[in-house]
């Protein structure tokens, strides 16, 4: 059983994570888009299919697989384990900020600049690494 929980925990994350990394990608090309064209319609599709169908559950079967996979595993009471579920609540709080900027885009609200979301996209990837390297190397 833990091996198909590690596998649907691993497969739910890499759904997860691509989503973070391309939502704020669309952002800085519908920030160029003219409100109320075509093109600005269409990426108000997109970042909403995005964040709902794919984002949304992702995130939630990351947190179901994730939690089940600590209680099969007793990870809880190893050191790297805190601090891998402190990054990974911190890119769940970030998974919250860029739904937030999906309703602003929704509502034609340009309230960033594109170099906003170019740091923003950096975001998910450092804490991603983070939680790769306690996971792996689990270096306490």
Do not use: C
Not at 51 to 77: D, E, H, R
Request: aromatic residues 18%; hydrophobic residues 55%.
């Amino acid at each position: 059983m833990y091996e198909w929980v590690k596998a649907l925990h691993i497969i739910s994350i890499i759904s997860w994570m691509a989503g973070l990394l391309y939502l704020p990608r669309l952002m800085i090309y519908h920030f160029d888009a003219e409100i109320g064209s075509v093109q600005s319609e269409t990426f108000k599709v997109m970042e909403r299919r995005l964040l709902k169908a794919i984002m949304n559950p992702a995130m939630i079967a990351s947190w179901i697989f994730g939690l089940w996979l600590v209680y099969l595993t007793a990870a809880y009471t190893e050191g790297w384990f805190v601090s891998k579920f402190f990054l990974v609540f911190l890119l769940t709080a970030f998974h919250m900020f860029e739904a937030r900027w999906v309703k602003e885009f929704a509502a034609d609200e340009r309230r960033r600049s594109t170099r906003f979301y170019r740091f923003a996209n950096e975001g998910p990837t450092l804490l991603m690494l983070g939680i790769v390297i306690l996971v792996v190397v689990k270096p306490f």
